[in-house]
């Protein structure tokens, strides 16, 4: 039985290749955008195409920041801004509605649970044009709060965290926290978060990233006078004429916050699941 367990876990060469393989094929393209960054424009379409970074970043970064459609520094402002909150928000709200399904008893639990989980069964796109409408009637066309508000809460999230509480919290540790006189909203603060810390981590960088690139509600409630950076993407964009190395000099600068917030994130996740381990 040992034998063939360590047969099984037992890593080939071709498992080496194969991993070798998927690293640069997912690293290529992070790769080809900084060299056309960093090359002119006529760079792109020459043949066969540069494989090395040029010396033009700066001319390209600098027709950027001269793009006055663009508005890319405030695009980059706004984004942090929105993603912050919103991950914030649904984390916070997550853990805590994760924590109610997965603990608590109440009438209602279930029934409002399956409510939650039909929600992700409906595509965004179908609620555009009248959550659109709604933005013009509370006056939030072309401000944060359009793109903030509607995000603050993610059943994706709730559903998330419910899993994950049902088996990291136990019923006897809460128990015992109500015994030393604990309420419930201790109880959430200085038992369960910390126990839910490498799935909310989890949970945060997805909401990050996700609301980092969001494209399409962004560019149907803003402008290019207050817009999030993939906003101000398109705006660099003309009808018969883009300068891809602007294009692709503006891109690699937005994808520096992402890879922070992972480095970030991934020390959570990686200090959350220790922190369990030492405690099983």
């Known amino acids: 039985m040992v034998a063939a367990s360590a047969r099984l876990w037992k890593t080939s060469p071709l ?11 997912s690293i290529y393209p992070f790769y080809y955008m900084f060299v056309i960054a960093t090359r002119s424009l006529d760079a792109i379409n020459s043949v066969p195409p540069p494989i090395t970074p040029g010396d033009a970043f ?12 663009a ?10 801004i929105v993603s912050t909150v919103v991950t914030v928000a649904v984390v916070l709200t997550g853990t805590l509605a994760g924590f109610a399904f997965a603990k608590l008893r109440f009438r209602g639990r279930g029934a409002l649970l399956l409510l939650t989980i039909v929600t992700m069964m409906v595509p965004t796109q179908l609620g555009l044009i009248p959550l659109w409408g709604m933005m013009q009637e509370l006056n939030w066309y072309d401000t944060l709060y359009a793109v903030t508000v509607p995000f603050l809460v993610s059943a994706f999230g709730v559903f998330m965290m419910r899993q994950y509480a049902t088996q990291a919290v136990s019923d006897e540790l809460i128990e015992a926290a109500r015994v030393d006189g604990c309420s419930t909203l201790r109880i959430y603060w200085n038992v369960v978060l ?25 560019y149907a409630v803003l402008t290019n006078d207050n817009p999030t950076l993939q906003v101000s993407l398109a705006f ?3 009808a018969y004429y883009t300068d891809y190395a602007q294009v692709f000099a503006a891109t690699a600068v937005g ?18 699941i220790m922190e369990g381990a030492v405690k099983s």
Do not use: C, E, H
């Open 236 to 238: 660099l964009s003309y």
């Open 255 to 272: 994808t520096v916050p992402l890879l922070l917030v992972f480095v970030f994130f991934g020390r959570q996740i990686i200090g959350g």
């Open 15 to 25: 498992t080496y290749i194969a991993l070798v393989i998927g690293v640069l094929a």
């Open 71 to 80: 508005n890319f520094v405030k695009g980059i402002v706004n984004s942090v």
């Open 194 to 218: 910390p126990a839910l810390r490498p799935a909310a981590a989890v949970l945060g960088l997805l909401t990050f990233m996700d609301t980092w690139n969001q494209f399409l509600w962004p």
């Open 58 to 69: 700066g001319a390209n970064f600098q027709r950027v920041l001269d793009n006055d459609a």
